[in-house]
Nanobody
């Protein structure tokens, strides 16, 4: 299992960004997928989760509204669109895959495979 996150970089506050995560997973559509982030000196934080078919999403409690998760099962890829970026969004963003289940997984413990992360730095 390999997860390759990309799309991070140095951006200005107020910009938008789309992160991608390409997955080499057998039966990708049978896996729930998620995004987490970790800022320096802070714990890993749940950002977004998406169900196997992509019809259901869930977001971190303070993040709903600026983040949008989606997936393309034909391309074995998930996406995280972030709008109106803020300095506090600066973090390493990780994608993760979890076994089949109903709905969306929101905790790190529910995910079994992790990507290497992509750095997002927001400057004001």
């Amino acid at each position: 299992v390999q997860l390759q996150a990309s799309g991070g970089g140095l951006v200005q506050a107020g910009d938008s960004l789309v992160l991608s995560c390409a997955a080499s997973i057998p039966a990708f559509s049978n896996h729930v997928m998620g995004w987490f982030r970790q800022a320096p000196g802070k714990e890993r934080e749940f950002v977004a989760g998406i169900s196997r078919g992509g019809g259901s999403q869930s977001y971190g409690d303070s993040l709903k509204g600026r983040f949008s998760a989606s997936r393309d099962n034909a391309k074995n890829t998930i996406y995280l669109q972030i709008s109106n970026l803020k300095r506090e969004d600066t973090a390493v963003y990780y994608c993760a895959a979890g076994p089949a289940r109903f709905g969306v997984a929101r905790t790190a413990a529910e995910y079994t495979s992790w990507g290497q992360g992509t750095q997002v730095t927001v400057s004001s």
